[in-house]
């Protein structure tokens, strides 16, 4: 997770934005998921539409883009230490927002749901985990929502 976070720092910090620009300075932030439109099963080779569902909280937010992030869990069987180990994929999803902060502008409140869909081509069988960032908890901590998918030719 400390990856995923140190990729939004990174995003931020070579989205710097033009002073010249019409007095319009803007960031980029991740926005918590609220749900996403996952097919619990998937076939090897083909495009899936997801429809991910996140916090626009104010008309200052609009959507960017979509991180998207890979990587492998393996967990060892503790009953049987000599079994091969089971292997999940996991891809992680955060929604990045652009939020613009005009010189004497107000962001109206807006507490709205927003929707982006994310095209996710199937490349590889197996057990994977579709993880999209929630927010932080009390301690600063990362929130994920997770879909398991299991994908087969």
Do not use: H
Request: hydrophobic content about 35%; overall charge negative; glycine content about 2%.
């Amino acid at each position: 997770m400390k990856k995923l976070l140190l990729l939004f720092a990174a995003t931020l910090t070579l989205a710097s934005c033009d002073s010249s620009d019409d007095d319009t300075d803007y960031y980029f932030d991740a926005v918590p998921t609220v749900s996403a439109d996952v097919p619990a099963t998937m076939v090897t080779d083909q495009t899936y539409k997801i429809t991910i569902d996140y916090k626009q909280p104010t008309t200052c937010y609009s959507y960017a883009t979509t991180n998207i992030e890979s990587s492998v869990e393996e967990t060892e069987n503790e009953d049987n230490p000599d079994e091969e180990p089971t292997v999940t994929k996991i891809i992680t999803f955060a929604v990045i927002n652009k939020i613009e902060v005009k010189s004497g502008d107000e962001c109206e409140d807006l507490d709205a749901i927003a929707q982006t869909p994310v095209n996710f081509e199937t490349l590889e069988t197996g057990s994977y985990i579709f993880r999209f960032w929630a927010g932080l908890d009390e301690d600063g901590e990362s929130i994920f929502l997770e879909y398991p998918v299991q994908i087969s030719e």
